[in-house]
């Protein structure tokens, strides 16, 4: 009805029980008609930002919509989600180490992304009842049956009236189960969300979602995987302050490489020397030897907290050295990738974008002059007690520049999708939020 009074044809609702259209009107043909997403198929990725704690980003889904199951995103608010809005698009994440709230509800308006919120309740802090939705029962399958039934399987404590269901979420769920769809396309788009208790189950017949969906799968899989933003740059281009305060923003892990190579270099310099770096068998045997571990902003290697060392100018220059074998960087690759988990991960250095994380869903690189940079390294030295001059900064920079991008393995340089950020002149909070606002642009632009 409102799509036809946007186009120009009047229709009179009698208490939606008769509607009555004047014969002789014609549709406008000059509307200009923006067409939204459809929320029913989005309700899945409200609930994986929810249960994922996000943030899911879904695009071209606007506040003002008169979709019901738009009335969804009301209810998980009320039950904990975290839902933030912008022009066409919706975030949804669920803040750490908060519970989804336990609920009692009529869901007779939102039949069909009821049954999302069935699952959702499998998480919650304490038992859940869907009430008022005896409609289940005249769709694809008896769908309250059928969720009673597959329910059981995973171990859950159900409750079917004639039309509710009581929920109690179980301690734990049942391993190894193949839910059945009963051909109906709901089932396996809702039942794919008990992934997000960590189990493996199998989902029977799943080609019965592309009734709506094709793709729903594949879609899933996407959100499912960290987004990575990667922020690649020279020595003093301050990627390190910008990545760490971005992933603090957006509450990702964060990923100091040039922090990695830096402790294979202290490690090299205590004693690592007598390895050749050419010597594939010498390499091994030397890495063999190292155990680096992160803990937030704290480095260890080899069980000590080495944090602070591994940023005096020897260190980095011996990190340069190490870094120029290819098979250390293979090695370390792979150790960095692994750091990559749920709800993101900011990651900085000189090959994020290029090599490490080719598949970013975000990639930067940001610059500054020379002599900035040189004079952000001289006042971080002398700030941590270090004799340095200037001049002799800017010299070593300059070479290391040259050595970083000419190297054979990875070298430093713009990734072709990367977006150039010059901070010269600028404060970090002003780069920081060029980085955000390039990072929501990506997941407005993404297929999300």
Known sequence: LDMMNSFGVKVTNHNWKRFDIEGGQVYSRSKRYKVEGDASSASYFFAAGMLGRGPVFINNIVKDSIQGDIKLLDILGD???????????????MPKNKA??????????????????????????????????????????DRLSAMTTEMRKLGVNVSEGPDSLEIEPPTSFNEGVAIDTYDDHRMAMCFALVAFAGLDITI??????????????????????????????????????????????????????????????????????????SDPVSVKKFMDEIRIELSG?????????????????????AASKVAKSEIIRGLMYELQRNVRH?????????????????GARLKIY??????????????????????????????????????????????MRQA????????????????VQDVLDAFYRANCNSSQ
């Not at 000189?350 to 090599?355: I, K, L, Q």
């Not at 940001?366 to 200037?390: D, F, H, I, N, P």
């Not at 072709?416 to 780069?431: L, M, R």
């Open 204 to 277: 029977n017949d799943p080609k019965c979602a592309s009734k709506t969906f094709p793709n729903f799968f594949e879609k899933l899989e996407s959100t499912l995987q960290a987004p990575v933003i990667t922020i690649d740059g020279p020595s003093g281009s301050g990627k390190g302050t910008v990545a760490r305060q971005v992933a603090n923003r957006l509450g990702f892990s964060y990923l100091d490489s040039g922090a990695l190579y830096r402790s294979v270099g202290l490690f090299y310099l205590n004693g690592g020397k007598s390895n050749n770096l």
């Open 79 to 93: 039950i904990g989600a975290q839902i933030s809005w912008a022009e066409r698009r919706l975030s949804v994440s």
């Open 297 to 317: 902003d704290t480095i260890f290697l080899n069980g000590e907290d080495v944090t602070k060392q591994i940023r005096e100018e020897s260190v980095s220059m």
């Open 416 to 431: 072709e999708s990367a977006i150039e950020i010059d901070s010269t002149g600028k404060g970090i909070a002003e780069v």
């Open 366 to 411: 940001l610059t500054a002059s020379l002599e900035e940079r040189a004079r952000r390294r001289y006042l971080q030295l002398v700030e941590s007690g270090e004799r340095v001059k200037m001049e002799g900064l800017v010299a070593e920079m300059s070479r290391r520049d040259l050595e970083d991008s000419s190297r054979s393995s990875s070298p």
């Open 342 to 358: 749920a709800p993101g991960l900011v990651a900085d250095g000189r090959d994020m974008g290029t090599t490490v994380f080719p």
């Open 100 to 141: 989804i709230r336990a609920f009692d509800l009529d869901l007779n308006h939102i039949p069909d992304a009821a049954m999302t919120l069935a699952i959702i309740a499998l998480f919650a802090d304490g038992p859940c009842r869907l009430r008022n939705i005896g409609n289940w029962r005249v769709k694809e399958t």
